[in-house]
């Protein structure tokens, strides 16, 4: 029986290397064991060692052996590349890459200037479509190129409004003065509208308030036509028995400023009411991220449970915590007081505030010096302020910029961590060392880590371009200008690190015998087959344990941005109780 089984696996095995046949591990395992044939005769034929044409079933405790061969092997009887087929990249589309992608869509963005790319007239239909697609194209890829400044920006306005919003309390508003707190009203809900030098309240309120000495008394804000309320709440006439040689000229003269000071202190609360009423919904701000991210967590984890020792599926887990902090920057980037469109903080702020141009919106990347200019403003309203002072004093405090990158490196840790648990499953997935995945992700971690360092670089650089300068020494911007050229290369081929991963992942160039180990000398070994009792143990201790771990911590992440948000809505929530 055993030479009838030799001879028969000895013919047909004979035949498989001039087969021409399509190129996939499998078959290369199958040529491996055919080499020791002698090992394997006795209970399996070559291609039930390594599957070879055959569906593995997982759902028994059976285990292959281990078939290990060198590279120099490789290279000889296995040159060419396993693409996927139309289930092993639809699946992975379908169950995480997708989700993730709606999730990145739901990250707030900035505005980009339109350029004129063609200067013809004829053509300027070309321009709308070009600036129309420019605008996504450039944002999302400088999120997905400078994770850990997107991610930072996000984490710091949701720490910022809620700091912010703490201060308005009963307790502390006695020790700011009205227009103090409805400045940092202000602060709070148009901080993802971009700070300018033109920003700033509008002159007919400044002019009303100030010859009024301040706004008008509470009362007064709440019923302007002379009336007043009693201590009982009820409305009561202005019959008070006061002395009219004392009381009556000043009165009868300060009666029109007390009403124009009245009208401009309505015109600020009712802006402020707008922006609030206009703020994400908790739908569409925080429970589809949430949702999407279950349906991930969901259909990744059944399949690495139903499939241990599964290289393609402990690859694609990988591949599902690498994105993970994507999750992390779409409920924080939702979690703020406001998430306003310029053409609504246009409308709710126009009769207040003068914004110069036309506002627009701010990226994630710049939120943290584009919040403390509206703190440093908000804190000013009683100075005269000058854009171009507060510029030459941010360039020189070390403080602010120590904050910042300290801030950057926060992000940066939300992404390493992320990578890091990827790189540890793609690690231990045999063949166990650095393979193509794994060297992915660590070149994704250290782009990220150079790009949040130079965006630190031209957010310093452009606010030195800001700061007034005399004459004799003003310098030229050719620093700024190649520290962006700089910053949006970097940004580009980070995000190409990502895109091109994630597409290589997909259609199967990665799976080729090279990429199981990039040292490339020829005597390195390299596993060829699939559900290894190595393969088997490593999904036990290292794939799902690390995911799960990655999954805890970004979960934790997010219930704490919720958390702050229920915070920051309970007090905008407050704010318009009290004004009814």
């Not at 300060?254 to 009208?263: E, I, M, R, W």
């Not at 700061?467 to 970097?490: D, E, K, M, V």
């Not at 805890?552 to 219930?559: E, F, P």
Request: aromatic share 12%; net charge neutral.
């Amino acid at each position: 029986m055993a030479l009838a089984r030799l001879v028969m696996g000895s013919l047909i095995a004979g035949f498989l290397p001039t087969v021409n046949a399509t190129f996939s591990i499998a078959r290369c395992c199958t040529l491996a064991v055919r080499h020791e044939f002698h090992t394997y005769i006795d209970k399996l034929y070559p291609w039930e060692v390594c599957n070879f044409n055959t569906e593995i079933d997982y759902g028994n405790n059976e285990t292959f052996p281990s078939i290990v061969s060198s590279m120099a092997w490789a290279k000889e009887y296995c040159r060419g590349t396993q693409y996927s087929s139309l289930k092993q990249w639809l699946m992975p589309l379908s169950s995480y890459i997708s989700p993730y992608i709606g999730i990145l869509l739901l990250c707030p963005v900035g505005d980009v200037p339109d350029q004129k790319f063609i200067k013809w007239e004829d053509w300027e239909t070309v321009n709308l479509v070009l600036n129309g697609l420019r605008k996504p194209l450039q944002e999302y890829m400088s999120i997905l190129g400078d994770p850990a400044s997107a991610t930072f920006g996000a984490l710091h306005e949701v720490w910022s409004d809620a700091r912010t919003l703490s201060r308005l309390t009963p307790e502390h508003s006695g020790k700011l003065s009205w227009l103090h707190q409805r400045a940092s009203w202000i602060a709070a809900l148009a901080g993802d509208i971009q700070f300018s030098a033109q920003t700033n309240w509008d002159p007919e309120v400044t002019r009303v308030l100030d010859a009024s000495g301040g706004p008008p008394p509470r009362d007064l804000l709440s019923n302007n036509s002379g009336d007043v309320k009693g201590t009982d709440g009820k409305v009561t006439s202005q019959e008070v028995d006061i002395s009219p040689a004392k009381e009556k000229e000043p009165s009868s003269a300060s009666q029109p400023l007390v009403c124009g000071a009245s009208n401009e202190a309505n015109k600020i609360n009712r802006a402020i009411e707008i922006a609030i009423v206009a703020r994400n919904g908790f739908v569409s701000g925080i429970l589809i991220p949430v949702l999407l991210m279950l349906a991930v967590t969901a259909a990744t984890f059944y399949d690495a449970y139903s499939k241990k020792g599964d290289k393609d599926t402990g690859l694609a887990l990988a591949y599902c915590v690498w994105y993970s902090w994507i999750l992390v920057l779409g409920v924080a980037g939702n979690c703020y007081a406001s998430a306003l469109n310029p053409k609504v903080a246009k409308r709710a702020f126009d009769k207040v505030l003068e914004f110069g141009e036309e506002p627009v919106g701010t990226a994630l990347r710049h939120r943290y010096v584009n919040n403390y200019l509206w703190q440093t403003w908000a804190e000013a309203t009683k100075d005269h302020w000058a854009y171009q002072s507060v510029m030459e004093r941010l360039k020189s405090d070390w403080l602010f910029w120590l904050r910042f990158c300290t801030g950057q490196f926060l992000g940066f840790c939300c992404v390493a961590f992320s990578s890091a648990c990827a790189t540890a499953i793609a690690w231990t997935t045999p063949t166990v060392g650095l393979g193509c995945r794994s060297f992915n992700f660590i070149l994704y971690v250290v782009f990220s880590f150079v790009t949040a360092c130079m965006h630190v670089l031209c957010s310093w650089l452009s606010v030195r371009s800001k700061a007034p300068q005399p004459s004799s020494n003003r310098t030229t911007n050719i620093p700024l200008q190649a520290a962006h050229c700089t910053y949006w290369f970097l940004v580009f081929a980070n995000s190409l690190v990502m895109v091109l991963g994630t597409l290589f992942h997909l259609v199967g160039v990665f799976r080729t015998c090279w990429c199981e180990q990039l040292t490339w000398t020829d005597s390195t070994l390299i596993e060829l087959n699939s559900k290894t009792p190595q393969a088997v143990d490593n999904a036990r201790r290292y794939w799902l344990s690390t995911a799960y771990i990655a999954f805890g911590v970004v979960w934790l992440a997010c219930l704490t941005a919720i958390a702050f948000r229920r915070f920051i809505i309970q007090k905008m929530e407050d704010w318009i109780e009290a004004k009814r």
